[in-house]
């Protein structure tokens, strides 16, 4: 009895599951200017112009033209200003194919995977019961608004919750744990 109310729960969480993976998969297939397309955009525009500072006025504007030119499809809201690190531009140019949408999904791909992982990582520290896992998992996917609202913007929050999963496995590994 209690293995088919196991199976019968997991299968559950599994339909439950789907419809916002289902629902955020639509979101990122409908991309719109987010934060990872502006590092793509500006990783691309170095690649073709290596000896330009994106950082300047005069860099940012001539990176703005390229953006429209080659990319017009992409309407931003506002020009964007290149106040990122260095880091994360290099980091979305060493993964990028060329292909900005396929790109976009495999980072949201990857950064949900991330992010699945690590919430899993903390609950399992915190030590909540099963099904308090799920259900929080559930809230976040459904309803968390700050969730909703990184998953559009393709931010890279996802992967700091991420890194800081890691890094305290790695502390409590180091201790013995």
């Known amino acids: 009895m209690i293995r088919g109310y196991r199976v019968l729960l997991a299968a559950v969480f599994l339909i439950l599951l789907l419809v916002p993976v289902l629902r955020l998969g639509e979101r990122a297939r409908q991309m719109t200017v987010s934060d990872y397309a502006t590092y793509w955009l500006a990783a691309a525009y170095v690649d073709q112009h ?14 703005h033209a390229f953006i429209q030119e080659q990319h017009g499809r992409l309407v931003f809201q506002e020009d964007f200003e290149n106040t990122q690190t260095p880091f ?14 396929n790109d976009f ?73």
């Open 50 to 63: 290596p000896c330009v500072g994106i950082y300047s006025v005069q860099g940012e504007k001539a990176m």
């Open 88 to 101: 994360l531009y290099a980091a979305v140019h060493w993964t990028s194919t060329g292909d900005l949408p």
């Open 105 to 177: 999904l495999r980072y949201q791909a990857a950064a949900v995977v991330v992010f699945g992982v690590a919430l899993w990582y903390f609950f399992i520290q915190a030590r909540l019961p099963i099904l308090g896992r799920i259900l929080l998992v559930l809230y976040v996917l459904y309803v968390y608004p700050p969730y909703q609202s990184e998953f559009a913007n393709a931010n890279v929050n996802r992967w700091l919750l991420g890194t800081m999963a890691f890094s305290h496995w790695l502390g409590r590994r180091r201790q013995g744990y």
